[in-house]
């Protein structure tokens, strides 16, 4: 199993940016598309983003043009930069392999308000 640990998450302002980093430890599996979610406050969660192994990407409609998912495969990490933070992206953010899910990380809190 994979271990992923998330930081970056934060209070921000809208109209603000937070640069969200997963590192995955333990077993990892390199040759895997890796993805960003979100759960918001009585919301189920939901994929946000995602990236391959050879660096092609897809986003939801509502962060498409504001958010960047990236990784880099030799540290083991996926980063998610966000910009032009809204209200609504106000969520606790998880990373994980999309096809062979592991265990969920702790996550991080991304709060975006005035």
């Known amino acids: 199993q994979a271990q992923l640990v998330e930081s970056g998450g934060g209070l921000a302002q809208p109209g603000g940016s937070l640069r969200l980093s997963c590192k995955i430890s333990?077993?990892?599996?390199?040759?895997?598309?890796m993805a960003w979610y979100r759960q918001a406050p009585g919301k189920q969660r939901e994929l946000v983003a995602s990236i391959t192994t050879g660096g092609t990407t897809t986003y939801i409609d509502s962060v498409k043009g504001r958010f960047t998912i990236s990784r880099d495969n030799a540290k083991n990490e996926v980063n998610l930069q966000m910009n032009n933070l809204k209200s609504e992206d106000t969520a606790v953010y998880y990373c994980?392999?999309?096809?062979?899910?592991?265990?969920w990380g702790q996550g991080t809190q991304v709060t975006v308000s005035s």
């Open positions: 994980n392999y999309p096809y062979i899910s592991q265990p």
């Open positions: 333990g077993r990892v599996f390199s040759g895997y598309s």
